[in-house]
């Protein structure tokens, strides 16, 4: 059964800082998604992880894959107030081949930025 | 295009009830899906769909049912709802991109509540 696991759960940082949101997965995957959440709203799609060592970057957002590891980062550059929210990831428990229809989804990490 | 719509935002319940949370795409994808989002527990899918007439079960199916007649159109039934059914519900619908990439497009979500 694919279990995914995201850490820290809370964030509270200052604005300027850098830091790294981790989710861990349990079976073999190359296939990963980030969304946003904002309070009381609907995900947003960040970034779809294809294959080993995918890197992919959106303004001060960096997500990668280590398909090994079986871990992906999303690494916050220079935080500002504008991206708190709560950040999921979400694997497709799939390899080599054609997605699997179920997206299991990490317990979300809540990011608060202070001024 | 309208996206992905659900109806009602909100929806209080008395146990026992029944009632249909309804869920329409205007993109034409073929496959649909069931969230329900607590705190604490990221989402779990509860239902999907790969088309039209065929569906399956996601990790939290039990206390649901669903069908699916057209392309649009994918409702999900509480036949008695219980108090643990209080919850966010989103629904979602995915595009193929190419690549073996799919991009999720999420509901605005429907908040029920079941006393």
């Known amino acids: 059964e694919l279990k995914v696991e995201q850490n820290p759960l809370f964030l509270s940082m200052q604005e300027g800082k850098n830091y790294t949101i981790y989710c861990n997965y349990s079976?073999?995957?190359?296939?990963l998604y980030w969304y946003r959440q904002d309070p009381g709203k609907s995900l947003e799609s960040l970034f779809v992880?294809?294959?080993n060592g995918a890197v992919k970057q959106e303004g001060r957002l960096m997500a990668s894959l280590d398909t090994k590891a079986r871990l992906s980062t999303l690494h916050i550059t220079a935080a500002v107030h504008d991206l708190s929210a709560t950040y999921f990831c979400?694997?497709?428990?799939?390899w080599g081949g054609g997605a699997t229809n179920k997206l299991i989804f990490g317990t979300g990490t809540l990011l608060a930025v202070q001024p | 295009n309208a996206g992905v719509t659900q109806t009602p935002k909100f929806q209080v319940l008395k146990t026992g009830q029944s009632m249909t949370l309804q869920c329409a795409q205007d993109?034409?994808?073929?496959?649909m899906s069931w969230y329900r989002q607590d705190p604490g527990m990221g989402l779990r899918l509860i239902h999907y769909?790969?088309?039209?007439?065929?569906?399956d079960q996601g990790e939290v199916p039990n206390g649901y049912n669903v069908s699916r007649s057209t392309t649009e159109d994918f409702p999900l039934r509480l036949l008695s709802a219980a108090p643990s059914q209080t919850s966010v519900y989103f629904c979602?619908?995915?595009?193929?991109?190419?690549?073996?990439?799919?991009?999720?497009?999420f509901g605005p979500g429907t908040r029920l509540t079941v006393t």
């Open positions: 079976t073999t995957s190359d296939r």
């Open positions: 769909s790969v088309g039209a007439g065929i569906t």
């Open positions: 992880l294809l294959s």
């Open positions: 979400a694997v497709d428990a799939s």
């Open positions: 979602a619908s995915r595009q193929y991109l190419g690549g073996g990439t799919y991009e999720q497009y």
């Open positions: 993109m034409n994808h073929e496959y």
